[in-house]
């Protein structure tokens, strides 16, 4: 069964950074790519980037190039997003999904992770 | 980037009822290699997304199919056959053809 598994809820001070991860199971990682999408309250999906852990590739939405890193590391078949320089814009639920290349399509997704930007 | 209009935002039905939403992109989302990478998501209150076409018109396996997808270019749409309970939520269409990728606003399902 695939199962993207992501770490537990986060607080971040504003100016700091905080590393979220997405352990995935039941397929293997290096055939698929890995996006994260965030969420913020009450909002719609807005789409951060992807990785191909194969590769170590990424690609960013321009608005995430300065904010977000993406790694992955595949002895441990985990995504990671790490959010920099934090503001209360930041405050939100930071989603993984996965997608096939040949399909594109976001088939599987984990649980979310709420993060909140509180001094 | 491309931009993704959703109609309406807010849906009501009762059970039974068929309903379609509509999304409309600002480019053509058919892609070099022959392929429309456009995606339909179903987000209940409180989870995940989950995927239910691909590939414009190709029903996640799992997925009722009560769900269908239809359109191609610039014009598409998501048609449920007779809703029931469970696909209340708000529903979103995302393209992968051009990067970005990008989601629509979303069209929140609501029983009348």
């Known amino acids: 069964e695939v199962q993207l598994q992501q770490s537990g809820p986060e607080v971040g001070r504003p100016g700091s950074s905080v590393k979220i991860s997405c352990k995935a199971s039941g397929y293997t990682f290096t055939d698929y790519v890995m996006n994260w999408v965030k969420q913020s309250p009450g909002q719609g999906l807005e789409w951060i980037g992807w990785?191909?852990?194969?590769?170590?590739?990424?690609d960013y939405a321009e608005k995430f190039k300065k904010k977000a890193t993406l790694t992955a590391d595949t002895s441990s078949s985990t995504a990671y997003i790490q959010l920099s320089s934090l503001t209360s814009e930041d405050t939100a639920t930071y989603f993984c999904?996965?997608?096939?290349?040949?399909?594109?399509?976001?088939?599987?997704w984990g649980q979310g992770v709420m993060v909140t930007v509180s001094s | 980037d491309v931009v993704l209009t959703q109609t309406p935002p807010t849906l009501s039905a009762t059970i039974g009822q068929s309903v379609s939403i509509s999304c409309r992109s600002s480019q053509s989302l058919l892609h070099s290699n022959g392929n429309t990478y456009l995606n339909w998501l179903l987000q209940r209150p409180g989870q995940p997304p989950q995927l239910l076409i691909y590939l414009v018109s190709r029903l996640e396996s799992g997925v009722p199919n009560r769900f269908s997808g239809s359109g191609s270019g610039t014009d598409f749409t998501l048609k449920i056959s007779g809703v029931e309970a469970e696909d209340l939520g708000v529903y979103y269409c995302v393209q992968s053809t051009h990067a970005p990728w990008t989601f629509g606003g979303g069209t929140k399902l609501e029983l009348k």
């Open positions: 990785i191909d852990p194969e590769y170590g590739s990424t």
């Open positions: 999904a996965r997608i096939s290349i040949s399909r594109r399509d976001f088939d599987y």
